[in-house]
């Protein structure tokens, strides 16, 4: 029934989780989207893991083809796709919208991290398909 995540994607989500816990304890919370968006890209360069930011994926509804129906924060590695928040009021729609985005990329593993709050630890949500 559930399938074991693959060691790479485990090795990625551990390194997410590590690069999203510095940046805050450096950055701390408050700052835009867009800044911890390109200081996530400069650590994950520094570490050698590949990624693409704001990705746009087709979505495809009977012979409908939506080109610019979905933009993804970052994708790493073509495994992991990452939503990143700076938000004071969690919502669960967030979640929604991450599975949403696993389901139509066929990708498993989703990070869902929010730096607007006082410890790291509690903002990151992880999802598995």
Not at 103 to 111: D, I, P, V
Request: glycine share 4%; charged share 30%; hydrophobic share 45%.
């Amino acid at each position: 029934m559930y399938q074991r995540l693959s060691e790479r994607e485990e090795y990625l989500a551990t390194q997410i989780v590590d690069i999203a816990i510095t940046i805050h304890k450096r950055l701390g919370p408050g700052l835009l989207e867009t800044v911890y968006e390109k200081v996530f890209c400069y650590e994950l360069s520094k570490r050698n893991i590949s990624y693409v930011r704001q990705r746009q994926v087709p979505i495809i509804y009977d012979e409908l083809i939506i080109d610019d129906g979905l933009r993804l924060d970052l994708l790493v590695e073509d495994l992991v796709i990452m939503e990143l928040k700076a938000q004071e009021n969690y919502h669960p729609v967030w979640e929604a919208q991450l599975l949403s985005y696993l389901k139509l990329t066929k990708k498993r593993l989703g990070l869902l991290l929010n730096f607007h709050v006082p410890l790291m630890k509690d903002g990151i949500k992880r999802l598995i398909l």
